[in-house]
């Protein structure tokens, strides 16, 4: 019997993940991405063990990943009134890995192509039919294409969702962040960091990407910047160097303003709980679901978390690959649904309130955000209850 053929909707971090997990398991994955080659979007993340423990499960792609583990963490206030360390911390045993994200979608792309996961590069979702046992999937350049079953992980604009929910604005937070890359300055040379500076109505967060890079975001409260992940424009990208306070703080962070390249500026949104996340045989994961604004830097380890939980439930109730029967998909979304709705939702709001209190504004309100985070980061247990996730419960994420 041949195995199931199933519709990928995106390219993005998450879609050749499940294409990948799926093939292994004997199904026909095939990804349709709208744009005619690797979407890019981002600049550096931490890759944490709850996401780990799903990439582990592809062979071959944690070793082909140029990530660094985090050795170093430091949180630091610049507020005139209150300079100083907040948090140092050295081996702490919280395993993140530091990466651009577009060497990570390049190792996830390649990975499902070694797998022999097709991708159909430019094909914008417009529509899709149901039957029975089957979907079918229509897009702007005029194809269409059968399959068994849909996981949609088109991003925070999916049309996957659209198709099954409907058109409805994402929540713009209310905050803007301008990020990009820059060296690493002498005095964190031979660190693999993370860091957190933060001042009067905003803050900076350092991640290292490589031996000699780190990626880096400044958030701050602003009117709505559309995500559209293009260059900032020359001109724009000197000026905020020259003229944002940051330019002026210490601890490294104005070398790494003034010596910085490749600079975006996004909004950042996120949406609020969807009550389902499947229509018939269609499912949404990721950011399609559940888009995150990124101060828990949760946002591609909880897609990873749903491909993982995805991937078990599937083999768990559709074996080597056959064409599941609408109840056992039913079934299959349900468990899903059931464990990664309240978990992702919680970490949604998480982030939402924790970007809310990086950039109060006021010297007293940072002063004591500032006590806040030297009692947390300085407290392994509170900072492991705010701050670290577990891999997924089910099968604890590991390789199989």
């Not at 944490?48 to 963490?73: D, K, M």
């Not at 490589?210 to 975001?217: N, Y």
Request: proline share 5%; charged share 20%; aromatic share 8%.
């Amino acid at each position: 019997m041949a195995p199931a053929r199933v519709g990928i909707i995106g390219c993005g971090i998450v879609g050749p993940a499940i294409a990948t997990l799926l093939k292994q398991q004997g199904f026909d994955p095939i990804i349709f991405e709208r744009n005619d080659a690797v979407p890019m979007g981002g600049i550096g993340l931490g890759v944490q063990s709850n996401g780990l423990a799903v990439l582990q499960r592809i062979p071959g792609l944690a070793e082909s990943l140029a990530a660094r583990q985090i050795t170093h963490f430091h949180a630091y206030s610049a507020l005139a009134e209150d300079t100083g360390v907040l948090a140092q911390i050295a081996n702490a045993g919280h395993s993140v890995f530091g990466t651009k994200r577009s060497a990570l979608q390049d190792v996830l792309v390649a990975a499902a192509e070694r797998a022999q996961v097709p991708v159909r590069w430019g094909h914008h979702l417009k529509g899709l039919e149901q039957s029975d046992d089957a979907v079918t999937l229509r897009f702007a350049n005029g194809a269409e294409e059968t399959v068994s079953f849909v996981v949609g992980c088109d991003g925070l604009h999916s049309d996957t969702r659209k198709a099954l929910f409907g058109d409805a604005p994402a929540d713009y937070t209310g905050l803007v962040q301008i990020g990009g890359y820059s060296p690493k300055p002498a005095q964190y040379a031979g660190e693999s960091i993370a860091m957190q500076i933060f001042g009067d109505g905003q803050y900076m967060v350092v991640i290292s990407v490589d031996d000699d890079t780190l990626g880096w975001a400044i958030t701050t409260r602003e009117a709505e910047a559309k995500e559209t992940w293009r260059n900032m424009d020359a001109a724009a990208a000197e000026a905020f160097k020259q003229t944002s306070p940051v330019a002026q703080w210490p601890f490294g962070a104005g070398d790494i303003l003034r010596n910085a390249y490749g600079m975006i500026k996004y909004g950042l949104y996120d949406r609020p709980e969807l009550p389902t996340w499947h229509n018939g045989r269609v499912v949404l994961i990721g950011d399609a679901a559940h888009p995150t604004s990124p101060h828990l830097g949760q946002g591609a380890n909880q897609s990873f978390e749903d491909a993982g939980l995805l991937a078990d439930l599937l083999a768990e109730h559709a074996p080597a690959g056959a064409a599941p029967p609408s109840a056992a998909l039913a079934t299959v979304f349900a468990a899903l649904e059931a464990e990664r709705i309240p978990r992702t939702a919680a970490v949604v709001k998480k982030a939402r309130a924790e970007g809310e209190m990086r950039v109060v504004s006021g010297v007293q309100a940072c002063i004591e955000r500032n006590n806040f985070y030297r009692k947390v980061l300085n407290d392994d247990k509170l900072l492991r209850e705010r701050f670290v996730h577990a891999p997924a419960k089910k099968g604890e994420g590991e390789a199989k």
